[in-house]
């Protein structure tokens, strides 16, 4: 079927008549096709996004059911979330105006999507099988990113500050299996190479205020990783003559030979 033949059927489409946003939008690619005798790119690609969302086992756009699926989606989803405060917005609108954006029609499909019975039930499973090992890889990646805004800013203070909660799985993977978190990890779980009493000194390379110190390993793991490179592992020092710990990371130390 050619370009006018599928224009002109998208606009005589009952389905989308009940769209006044979208009818009126097919009829204007309709008419810049009988104007011009193409589209461009762009133009295209929306009569086979028209064409999709208006086949006959699309869901049903016209304003009384938007507001029924709104209203059906919202209440699987979290309360207070971005798509709940979303979802009540165009609600809203869907009452007042009776109209959609484009947009708003694209984000809804993708919470619908995010909130079907398969995706719930998927996360439900995921939920029941998060392991306390994986909740400490989460806690080291997100001190890592708290400690280096602005990135996943929001989604390491929920995992640091919110007592019980468990990440969908999209954002444990995302936190936690990226390069700059894989060398926090491998760092964080490490064996440490100076046990607790080991003698230490600082290297050349230790930071002002470090070199030049011989002391003993007090703790190892004393504070979270926030460096994504190898050999930072964070350990208490207790140098002698002082009465201070400091700390130091696994690469800036050595064997003490004293």
Not at 142 to 156: H, T
Request: hydrophobic share 35%; aromatic share 8%.
């Amino acid at each position: 079927m050619n370009l006018r033949k599928r224009l002109n059927a998208l606009v005589a489409n009952p389905r989308i008549q009940n769209a006044k946003r979208d009818h009126d939008f097919a009829k204007s690619l309709l008419a810049y096709y009988e104007r011009t005798g193409r589209l461009t790119s762009g133009r295209k690609v929306w009569v086979d996004r028209l064409e999709e969302r208006y086949a006959e086992d699309a869901p049903d756009n016209s304003d009384d059911a938007l507001g029924a699926r709104i209203e059906a989606v919202r209440t699987k989803v979290a309360e207070g979330s971005w798509d709940h405060n979303f979802l009540g917005s165009v609600l809203e609108q869907n009452r007042s105006r009776g109209e959609l954006s484009h947009r708003q029609l694209e984000i809804l499909e993708k919470i619908e999507s995010r909130h079907s019975d398969e995706m719930l039930a998927r996360r439900e499973n995921w939920a029941s099988n998060y392991t306390e090992e994986m909740a400490d890889r989460m806690r080291v990646a997100a001190e890592y990113y708290a400690a280096n805004p602005p990135y996943y800013a929001d989604l390491a203070r929920s995992v640091l500050h919110t007592e019980g909660f468990i990440p969908t799985e999209k954002q444990y993977r995302t936190l936690t299996e990226n390069k700059y978190a894989a060398k926090v990890l491998q760092a964080h779980f490490a064996a440490p190479a100076f046990p607790v009493g080991s003698k230490v000194a600082a290297r050349a390379n230790a930071p002002y205020g470090l070199k030049g110190k011989k002391g003993f390993v007090m703790k190892t793991d004393a504070k979270p990783v926030t460096n994504a490179a190898r050999g930072t592992k964070v350990y208490m020092i207790l140098p002698i003559g002082e009465a201070t710990p400091v700390f130091c990371e696994e690469r800036h130390l050595k064997r003490g030979r004293f």
